[in-house]
């Protein structure tokens, strides 16, 4: 299987690095290198060709307009790099990372006024088809007790796993439930081997840590050691191209399919969406170049999707994407709408994690819109939306997203 190349020369094009480093805490939570840290590693990956959106010191609403504005420039076939650099929470089997206008000594409080690191990697899932996710960001809670590390632990120790969907890659400064270094130089140990081998050009990225996980492991005596999770399917290259050696062509005999294309359609001509995906599985419609569920995928395609519908063939549609690429869908989740409003993506971002907070307390969505991204099958009739059980912390998350929703116009 050919590698994923992602090469260091002149155009950011399909490669995108959102870049966040947090130093400026308050009182005992003040870190150092952290904000050092993210300069340093964003100079890096401008130097092999990505297109770097990076910020320093944030609160967290600038933490998620950022966010928001980087996820909603990604699109398939795209790698998208996530550097965190301060500190992080597990709050049960959650990880959040922390804006530097972060407060509470609660669990409820530090999530209300944190950021979900697994909304931001579900983001970058639905929209790019290679997702690269790397933290240092294991230090301890200032806000609970003395520390001087880079993990968050009022609920539990350090991180917690995460699982990454097929083709994404995470990577964290030490192992679950252990706590990270600042380190007394320039820069964290472990950011200071991430710099030592980022620009390697030989290396896919599993070889790139493995060389960041012994220099840190020698560096910190043992005390610290990084780890990664990955579904990478094919090598991954953040620098150069690799060696000849390492690239395998396809058989001869079996030329791949071509990827149709066309003209990109003007905003009126969309008369479907793709509708009904369960939040709690993919959360993606495949675009296929044939009529099975064993064809060639093309492209992910995301709730709230566009399409035109080119033709039918039994239960899978001809369909054409907003961004012009032709192929097959399965019609079960697609449905026919009324055109939405251009550059909806951030909106509904937020449009859903807000509305997922009455899903969760049983909460009966009436709208087409809320039936289709919360399926009204285990919900109680009897609540209305003033009367859902909402915590205190919850409805002081909903009100921030609702704020940002605001800001950025959304209706």
């Not at 297109?51 to 980087?70: F, P, S, W």
């Not at 200032?142 to 520390?147: H, L, N, Q, V």
């Not at 960041?212 to 290259?237: C, F, H, K, M």
């Not at 030329?255 to 509708?275: D, I, K, L, N, Y």
């Amino acid at each position: 299987m050919a590698p994923i190349v992602v090469p260091s020369a002149g155009r950011a094009d399909g490669r995108v690095a959102l870049v966040i480093g947090n130093s400026s805490y308050p009182g005992d939570g003040y870190l150092p290198n952290a904000a050092q840290d993210a300069r340093d590693v964003s100079a890096a990956l401008r130097r092999i060709g990505f297109d770097v959106h990076d910020g320093y010191d944030l609160t967290r609403i600038e933490m998620l307009r950022l966010t928001a504005d980087v996820t909603a420039k990604l699109s398939e076939g795209d790698v998208a790099l996530f550097y965190f650099s301060g500190h992080g929470v597990q709050i049960g089997a959650e990880n959040f990372v922390i804006p530097v206008d972060a407060h509470g000594a609660t669990a409820d409080e530090m999530k209300a006024s944190s950021v979900s690191l697994q909304a931001i990697l579900k983001e970058m899932e639905l929209r790019a088809d290679t997702n690269i996710i790397i933290l240092d960001a294991c230090r301890n809670n200032p806000f609970t007790a003395e520390a001087k590390g880079r993990s968050l632990g009022s609920a539990a120790r350090g991180l917690a796993k995460v699982d990454a969907g097929i083709g994404s890659y995470i990577a964290f400064s030490t192992q679950p439930g252990n706590v990270a270094l600042d380190g007394a130089g320039r820069n964290s140990p472990f950011t200071s081997a991430l710099l030592r081998h980022i620009t390697s050009a030989n290396d896919d990225l599993h070889e790139l840590m493995r060389k960041v996980r012994g220099d840190v492991v020698r560096d910190t005596g043992g005390a610290q050691v990084p780890w990664e999770n990955s579904s990478l399917i094919e090598r991954v290259y953040l620098s150069a191209a690799p060696p000849a050696s390492a690239v395998q062509a396809p058989p001869a005999t079996v030329p791949p399919p071509p990827v149709q294309t066309a003209p990109a359609t003007r905003s009126g001509e969309f008369t479907h969406m793709v509708s009904g995906l369960d939040p709690n599985g993919d959360y993606f419609l495949a675009l296929r170049n044939g009529t099975t569920s064993g064809a060639q995928r093309i492209a992910k395609m995301s709730e709230g999707t566009r399409l035109v519908v080119l033709g039918a063939q039994g239960s899978w549609l001809n369909v054409r994407t907003e961004t012009g690429l032709t192929g097959w869908a399965h019609s079960n989740w697609i449905t026919a709408l009324q055109p939405r409003a251009a550059g909806a993506n951030q909106c509904d971002a937020l449009w859903y994690q807000r509305n997922a907070f009455f899903a969760r307390h049983g909460y009966c969505f009436r709208s087409a819109r809320g039936q289709a991204a919360f399926p009204n099958a285990n919900c109680n009739p009897g609540l209305t939306a003033a009367n859902v059980p909402l915590s205190p912390a919850e409805r002081a998350e909903i009100a921030q997203i609702k704020a940002l929703e605001t800001s950025l116009g959304c209706s």
